[in-house]
Nanobody, 121 residues
């Protein structure tokens, strides 16, 4: 059974940094491309960033380019999202997804339960 678990969310002020982590079990981690999504209250889930299985290719939403960095450690079965210069509009539930690439939510087979990030001004 595949399990995807996010961690690292919190409440912080604008301008601060935060790193989210995502572990995946029940699958061969380095076989799968992965992504981060987020969903703010009243809004649709949107893609934030994604990465190929090897880490050789990444993609970012325009709203986070230059501030967020996705990475992975296949030896630890862990995906990361380093978020710098956080803004109030980054407030959302952040989800990790496995076995997909790009920003189409329908393109991923496995999802975590999410971790909340709240940024105050």
């Amino acid at each position: 059974q595949v399990q995807v678990v996010e961690s690292g969310g919190g409440v912080l002020q604008a301008g601060w940094s935060l790193r989210l982590s995502c572990t995946a079990s029940g699958l061969t981690f380095d076989d799968y491309d992965m992504g981060w999504f987020r969903q703010a209250p009243g809004k649709e889930r949107e893609g934030v960033s994604c990465i190929t299985w090897s880490g050789s290719r990444t993609k970012y939403a325009d709203s986070v380019k230059g501030r967020f960095t996705i990475s992975r450690d296949n030896a630890k079965n862990t995906l990361y999202l380093q978020m710098n210069s956080l803004k109030p509009e980054d407030t959302a539930m952040y989800y990790c997804a496995a076995d997909g690439y790009g920003f189409d939510t329908g393109g991923y087979n496995y999802w975590g339960q999410g971790t909340q990030v709240t940024v105050s001004s």
